[in-house]
Structure formats: structure tokens, C-alpha cells
């Protein structure tokens, strides 16, 4: 298993432009996570989903639209990205809300918006 | 709002010492998570707390979960260089998906 992946790993963007970043997982999980990381304020939530075909919004979603078509991929898309979006994107899965489960994340894509 | 805080953010200490992580969180929550992040890596899961007065270790790493207090704690116990990185403690959020991250302590264990 590889877990959860995340492509791509670097990326540098001028203000304006788009892009979109894939997470995929291959264990079967039910929920997925976006989050970004940014020097001393931890991990923000930005979209989720708990399903196959659903979104919702999390504490950050300003500047992003997200898409889950198929159960192992969760996309994360910039439609005119900002020098505020500079920021370590991580995305997550968990397989149900039992109590027992724990988010698995993926190695994360640093984004540089110019 | 559900803020999360933890504190100290940074955390310089001699091996072989004790140290607490502290982290409060500012309305009820089902479950609370402590995680790892070594830099420029990902986030590694290490505990999940369920229920008032529960308690998990690991090697040198014990986490405990006071939920009247809203407050969790992470103890270091001999501290060891390899322990050295970020850790975070996060909270779901009751009745929702969400989970929310406090700002991490970033701990340097000195040799």
C-alpha cells in the first residue's frame, strides 16, 4: 500500500494563475481532508469530504474548490491563486468516525505563489 | 468558535529531563489526537484519547485526556535527542467531521 500520495510535491505559481493538487489513497478510506500548514499556526482545515461525490467546507475555504468523483482521489483546485495561498498543503484520510481510527496524511505539496 | 492552543510553542531541554506539553481546547470535543511532524515530513499519528481520564504511553511518551478541564497533556519522560520535532495536538469537533489543530510545540532535545 502507498497510503496516501499527494502530487505533485513542488510546485511554484505566478499570482493569478491555477492549478490543481491531487491527493489519492488506496485504502479504501471514507473521508478526506485538506489542510494547509503555515509557519506557527498549525494545521487549517480547507474542504473535506465524507463520501464519494461529497464536499463540504472547512475553517479556510476562501480561493479553493474541491472535487471527489472517485472514492480514492480528492482534488484541491486554485482557480487564480494568490501570494497568500504560499503554503504546505497536506491532505488526509480516515477510513470511518469509529473511535479507534486516526487520519493517515500524505508527504505534502509547498506551494509558492510569486 | 473551537480554538485549540498548546503550550510551550518551543521547547529547548537536556536529555534525560522531564518535560509537559500542554493542550486546552475551548469547547467540548469527542476525541483528541497528538501527532509528530518531523521537519520538512509529515504528520505521524501517535495517540488518540477518547474519554475523561484516559491515558496512553509509548516509549518515553505518555498522553493524558482530563475532558472537565478541556485539557490534555503530553510527557516527555527522559528525553532523548530523536525526540526532537513538532508536535500537535488536534480535537474533533463535537457533531461535525472537523478537526481542528492547535499551533504545535516545537521541541529541541539537547544532547
Same mark, same amino acid.
Given at each position: *500500500?502507498?497510503?496516501?500520495?499527494?502530487?505533485?510535491? &513542488?510546485?511554484?505559481?505566478?499570482?493569478?494563475?491555477?492549478?490543481?493538487?491531487?491527493?489519492?489513497?488506496?485504502? *479504501?478510506? +471514507?473521508?478526506?481532508?485538506?489542510?494547509?500548514?503555515?509557519?506557527?499556526?498549525?494545521?487549517?482545515?480547507?474542504?473535506?469530504?465524507?463520501?464519494?461525490?461529497?464536499?463540504?467546507?472547512? +475553517?479556510?475555504?476562501?480561493?479553493? *474548490?474541491?472535487? #471527489?468523483?472517485?472514492?480514492? *482521489? &480528492?482534488?484541491?483546485?486554485? +482557480?487564480?491563486?494568490?501570494?497568500?495561498?504560499?503554503?504546505?498543503? &497536506?491532505?488526509?484520510?480516515?477510513?470511518?468516525?469509529?473511535?479507534?481510527?486516526?487520519?493517515? &496524511?500524505?508527504?505534502?505539496? #509547498?506551494?509558492?505563489?510569486? | 468558535?473551537?480554538?485549540?492552543?498548546?503550550?510551550?510553542?518551543? /521547547?529547548? !531541554?537536556?536529555?534525560? $529531563?522531564?518535560?509537559?506539553?500542554? =493542550?486546552?481546547?475551548?469547547?467540548?470535543?469527542?476525541?483528541?489526537?497528538?501527532?509528530?511532524?518531523?521537519?520538512?515530513?509529515?504528520?505521524?499519528?501517535?495517540?488518540? /484519547?477518547?474519554?475523561?481520564?484516559?491515558?496512553?504511553?509509548?516509549?518515553?511518551? !505518555?498522553?493524558?485526556?482530563?475532558?472537565?478541564?478541556?485539557?490534555?497533556?503530553?510527557?516527555?519522560?527522559?528525553?532523548?535527542?530523536? /525526540?526532537?520535532?513538532?508536535?500537535? =495536538?488536534?480535537?474533533?469537533?463535537?457533531?461535525?467531521? $472537523?478537526?481542528?489543530?492547535?499551533?504545535?510545540?516545537?521541541?529541541?532535545? /539537547?544532547?
Amino acid at each position: *500500500n502507498a497510503g496516501v500520495t499527494q502530487t505533485p510535491k &513542488f510546485r511554484v505559481l505566478k499570482t493569478g494563475q491555477s492549478m490543481t493538487l491531487l491527493c489519492a489513497q488506496d485504502m *479504501n478510506h +471514507e473521508y478526506m481532508y485538506w489542510y494547509r500548514q503555515d509557519p506557527g499556526m498549525g494545521l487549517r482545515l480547507i474542504h473535506y469530504s465524507v463520501g464519494e461525490g461529497t464536499t463540504a467546507k472547512g +475553517e479556510v475555504p476562501d480561493g479553493y *474548490n474541491v472535487s #471527489r468523483l472517485k472514492k480514492q *482521489n &480528492f482534488l484541491l483546485g486554485l +482557480e487564480s491563486a494568490a501570494p497568500s495561498q504560499t503554503s504546505v498543503y &497536506f491532505c488526509a484520510s480516515i477510513a470511518s468516525m469509529s473511535s479507534t481510527d486516526t487520519q493517515y &496524511f500524505g508527504p505534502g505539496t #509547498r506551494l509558492t505563489v510569486l | 468558535e473551537l480554538k485549540v492552543e498548546q503550550n510551550p510553542l518551543f /521547547l529547548s !531541554m537536556q536529555e534525560g $529531563k522531564n518535560y509537559t506539553i500542554y =493542550c486546552n481546547y475551548s469547547t467540548t470535543s469527542d476525541r483528541l489526537y497528538w501527532y509528530r511532524q518531523d521537519p520538512g515530513k509529515s504528520l505521524e499519528s501517535l495517540f488518540v /484519547l477518547l474519554s475523561n481520564g484516559a491515558v496512553k504511553q509509548e516509549g518515553r511518551l !505518555m498522553a493524558s485526556l482530563d475532558t472537565k478541564a478541556r485539557l490534555s497533556t503530553l510527557h516527555i519522560t527522559a528525553a532523548v535527542h530523536d /525526540l526532537s520535532a513538532t508536535y500537535f =495536538c488536534a480535537v474533533l469537533r463535537s457533531g461535525t467531521y $472537523k478537526y481542528i489543530f492547535g499551533t504545535g510545540t516545537r521541541l529541541k532535545v /539537547l544532547a
